[in-house]
């Protein structure tokens, strides 16, 4: 009898996807009604895709409509185009590739495909509009329009929406950043770890002249979400300015800037996005440890300086064979930025989160370009993660700051 019940189960499982993939697959074999389509993630237990991720539109290409793929992994994006006749084996494809969440916009509606731990398919359908844009542009896309107003606000941009020379490389920087936050927070609220129907509370540690802070919320507001954005910074001229120019873009009802460091700072809500830009040093570590003292289900975080580690490398003794690598001035300090990175991740990912360690920037642009991307998921992490962490800084007899601020002496997560 419970042989029967269970394979009933499985066939009620197997028809729900099957209903839920057909809905997705009509959605992006649809020339004249996809606006634009996300995978991302894989699904537990799967093998993880060759590709972070893989976004879909349609355009026009010689008078004649193609459907265009461009899949990311950690460095660049690759497009390719495929004709109607070409279409439906490119969808199966990559419908078959284990991501574990789609986010799909069509001109009527929005459907988000996700995964559960159990390997369930669960579908949300929501009747929105989106306009269909389908010009081919060769240069390469932009995230944010250089002519909007803030980035006028923020002198980054010229009074006829041109980026400044002088300033391509930060915009450039903040670009780069929003093309990652989007996504990201798409894939996040489609896995239900961000709830909806409510107010998304953003918040910005360190946040200085504001310039992400600002570009995030017009970025994810032009996406639809009502967003309440919260900057934290102890420069009390920084903190001024930034509220003025708030005021004169006319969204001081849905902003504030808080004086506080951010190993201290407060909120009365707690935050579903967390972001830092080039905190210095150890401060990156305060922002990620504040972000997991909040739980908050999204975290991205741009590292600047990492003088604490480099500093711990100079009075230990290197493990066989690895003493050139501290030998050299230049080439500890490298060492030294990769080592506190890869430890800064395996310390989140001893708290329950699912992280990643991307390059979002050229370095032409800024040799600060490795961003850690960390969402949380609350599984516990298994005992072949924390064995390499205790490894590694045993080697190396370091302590990482954000082991000191998150993690007990007995390298338990504190949560």
């Known amino acids: 009898m419970q042989a029967e019940q269970e394979a009933d189960e499985r066939a ?28 991302s993630g894989r699904r537990r237990g799967a093998e993880a895709p060759r590709y972070q991720r893989v976004e879909l539109r349609y355009v026009d290409l010689k008078g004649t409509r193609h459907l265009q793929v461009t899949e990311y992994d950690e460095r660049q994006a690759h497009t390719r185009n495929a004709g109607a006749e070409a279409a439906d084996s490119v969808v199966d494809e990559l419908l078959g590739t284990p991501y574990g969440n789609w986010h799909v916009e069509t001109t009527t509606e929005t459907l988000r495909l996700r995964y559960t731990k159990k390997g369930k398919s669960l579908l949300h359908r929501q009747a929105e509009q989106h306009e269909q844009q389908t010009s081919h542009d060769r240069t390469k896309q932009r995230m944010l329009d250089p002519g909007a107003p803030f980035l006028i606000e923020l002198g980054i941009s010229d009074h006829l929406g041109r980026v400044k020379p002088s300033r391509q490389s930060k915009y450039k920087q903040i670009d780069e950043f929003c093309k990652l936050l989007l996504p990201s927070l798409e894939e996040a609220l489609s896995a239900g ?12 540690l360190g946040c200085g002249n504001a310039y992400l802070t600002l570009a995030a919320y017009h970025l994810l507001t032009a996406a639809g979400h009502d967003v309440r954005m919260t900057g934290i910074d102890r420069t009390p ?26 190993a201290d ?3 009365e809500v707690r935050p579903d996005v967390v972001l830092a830009l080039h905190a210095c040093d150890t401060a990156t570590d305060d922002a990620l440890a504040r972000a997991v003292g909040w739980d908050a289900p999204l975290i991205l975080a741009a590292p600047c300086c990492h003088h604490d580690i480099q500093k711990q490398l100079k009075s230990v003794e290197p493990p066989a064979p690895y ?72 080697e190396w007899q370091v302590t990482p700051h954000l082991a000191t601020l998150i993690l007990d002496p007995d390298r338990e997560a504190v949560l």
């Open 237 to 262: 001229a920084a903190r001024e300015r930034n509220t003025k120019r708030v005021a004169s873009l006319g969204w001081q009802d849905r902003f504030r800037f808080v004086d506080a460091n951010i």
């Open 12 to 39: 009620d499982d197997a028809g729900e996807e099957s209903v839920a993939r057909a809905a997705v697959r009509a959605a992006l074999l649809e020339p004249g009604g996809l606006v634009r389509a996300v995978g």
């Open 265 to 267: 700072a407060e909120l």
């Open 323 to 394: 003493a050139l690598l501290t030998r050299y001035g230049i080439v500890r300090e490298r060492f030294a930025d990769v080592l506190t990175d890869s430890l800064r991740a395996a310390v989140l990912r001893q708290v329950g989160y699912r992280v990643e360690v991307v390059q979002f920037v050229d370095s032409e642009h800024t040799p600060r370009n490795l961003l850690l991307r960390a969402a949380r998921t609350g599984a516990a992490a298994g005992p072949q993660v924390r064995a390499e962490y205790e490894a590694l800084t045993g």
């Open 193 to 204: 770890r961000i709830e909806t129907g409510r107010p998304l509370q953003v918040v910005d």
